[in-house]
């Protein structure tokens, strides 16, 4: 099931990661709104429902994968949670603390503990920064070193992420895509942290380069004991990484479950026809694929009842008219869909 050049585990490492009972994140009813406004006296029309009620839980040393197509509201999501853009309502809970009413200059301490991976790594790095300044910047701003120590400091973790120290001279623009990555990641755990969130952190690399930044956020993660929550569109990476799934689709989530009753056992009509999509590397093996008609409506006007319903090939009157409220299926098993 794997995509070409993400590694197939052996037994021995198919088993997830060790989890901490202890919850690191725990997110109730997030919501993000962007105002729509028109004319010259910018007279407010609606909004986008961008994310609209999501909830969930994220333990020490667990990896959790959100999939969805684009526009599902993935990105956004991860944003508000470490309030790179600040969330309309709901509440962030990281280690039993309410994050998301600190006041902005308490919460920058804390920021520390959370980093993110964007998609785009030469979008991401300042141009005008050389790398050893781009890897050392937050070890200045939280006075965690500087001078030679920094620079001994930095050197270290580019070698951790498997770069030669003189890259420390260089600017983002002289290094390949994949190397560019390499410096992300190694600004991301320049401070240790607890949490970090990869938007599409492969995306954007060629299939040859991704399976070695797959393996180094995974060995990663064993060295500093760190949580994962990983967004992407490949579910073959998404279920070689990630303990847990979860699924969103226009803002809100469908289904979310372990990773074998995910793969094995997708309750949700949408997360269905994700898994159907994705490509077998064996031709004896046959898979009917379920294709979605139209696109993913509007987060603008999104539809009543189930938003999925109107490319869902199941739906009853019921889903029309009544939104479903997501249940417990199982134990850590959850889907919202009236017919399951």
């Given at each position: 099931?794997?995509?070409?050049?993400?590694?197939?585990?052996?037994?021995?490492?198919?088993?997830?990661?060790?989890?901490?009972?202890?919850?690191?994140?725990?997110?109730?009813?997030?919501?993000?709104?962007?105002?729509?406004?028109?004319?010259?006296?910018?007279?407010?029309?609606?909004?986008?429902?961008?994310?609209?009620?999501?909830?969930?839980?994220?333990?020490?040393?667990?990896?959790?994968?959100?999939?969805?197509?684009?526009?599902?509201?993935?990105?956004?999501?991860?944003?508000?949670?470490?309030?790179?853009?600040?969330?309309?309502?709901?509440?962030?809970?990281?280690?039993?603390?309410?994050?998301?009413?600190?006041?902005?200059?308490?919460?920058?301490?804390?920021?520390?503990?959370?980093?993110?991976?964007?998609?785009?790594?030469?979008?991401?790095?300042?141009?005008?920064?050389?790398?050893?300044?781009?890897?050392?910047?937050?070890?200045?701003?939280?006075?965690?070193?500087?001078?030679?120590?920094?620079?001994?400091?930095?050197?270290?973790?580019?070698?951790?992420?498997?770069?030669?120290?003189?890259?420390?001279?260089?600017?983002?623009?002289e290094l390949?895509?994949?190397?560019?990555?390499?410096?992300?990641?190694?600004?991301?755990?320049?401070?240790?942290?607890?949490?970090?969130?990869?938007?599409?952190?492969?995306?954007?690399?060629?299939?040859?380069?991704q399976a070695q930044?797959?393996?180094?956020?995974?060995?990663?993660?064993?060295?500093?004991?760190?949580?994962?929550?990983?967004?992407?569109?490949?579910?073959?990476?998404?279920?070689?990484?990630?303990?847990?799934?979860?699924?969103?689709?226009?803002?809100?989530?469908?289904?979310?479950?372990?990773?074998?009753?995910?793969?094995?056992?997708?309750?949700?009509?949408?997360?269905?026809?994700?898994?159907?999509?994705?490509?077998?590397?064996?031709?004896?093996?046959?898979?009917?694929?379920?294709?979605?008609?139209?696109?993913?409506?509007?987060?603008?006007?999104?539809?009543?009842?189930?938003?999925?319903?109107?490319?869902?090939?199941?739906?009853?009157?019921?889903?029309?008219?009544?939104?479903?409220?997501?249940?417990?299926?199982?134990?850590?098993?959850?889907?919202?869909?009236?017919?399951?």
């Amino acid at each position: 099931m794997f995509g070409v050049g993400i590694p197939e585990k052996s037994v021995e490492e198919d088993a997830p990661t060790p989890v901490n009972d202890e919850i690191l994140l725990k997110v109730e009813n997030l919501k993000k709104y962007f105002p729509l406004q028109k004319g010259l006296l910018s007279a407010r029309k609606g909004y986008v429902y961008a994310v609209d009620g999501v909830s969930f839980e994220l333990r020490k040393g667990e990896t959790l994968g959100i999939v969805g197509e684009s526009g599902s509201g993935k990105s956004t999501l991860a944003k508000a949670l470490l309030r790179l853009i600040e969330p309309t309502e709901g509440t962030v809970f990281f280690e039993g603390k309410d994050i998301s009413r600190l006041p902005y200059e308490e919460f920058r301490s804390l920021k520390r503990d959370m980093q993110m991976i964007f998609q785009d790594p030469y979008g991401s790095l300042d141009p005008r920064m050389k790398v050893g300044g781009i890897v050392g910047e937050g070890l200045i701003i939280h006075g965690l070193a500087k001078g030679k120590e920094q620079e001994e400091r930095v050197a270290a973790l580019l070698e951790r992420v498997g770069l030669l120290p003189d890259v420390m001279k260089r600017f983002p623009h002289e290094l390949s895509g994949g190397q560019r990555q390499r410096v992300a990641i190694g600004r991301a755990i320049a401070l240790h942290p607890k949490l970090v969130v990869g938007d599409e952190p492969l995306s954007a690399l060629d299939v040859s380069i991704q399976a070695q930044i797959v393996n180094l956020l995974e060995d990663l993660q064993k060295e500093l004991n760190l949580s994962y929550l990983i967004i992407s569109h490949d579910l073959s990476v998404i279920e070689h990484m990630c303990s847990q799934v979860m699924v969103m689709y226009l803002g809100k989530i469908v289904e979310e479950g372990s990773r074998d009753q995910f793969y094995g056992l997708p309750l949700h009509p949408y997360s269905q026809s994700l898994l159907s999509s994705v490509p077998i590397p064996d031709p004896d093996i046959k898979r009917r694929k379920i294709i979605l008609q139209g696109d993913i409506p509007s987060p603008i006007h999104p539809p009543p009842g189930c938003r999925f319903h109107p490319r869902c090939r199941e739906k009853t009157g019921l889903c029309e008219d009544q939104e479903p409220i997501i249940e417990s299926k199982g134990e850590s098993h959850r889907v919202a869909c009236h017919l399951r």
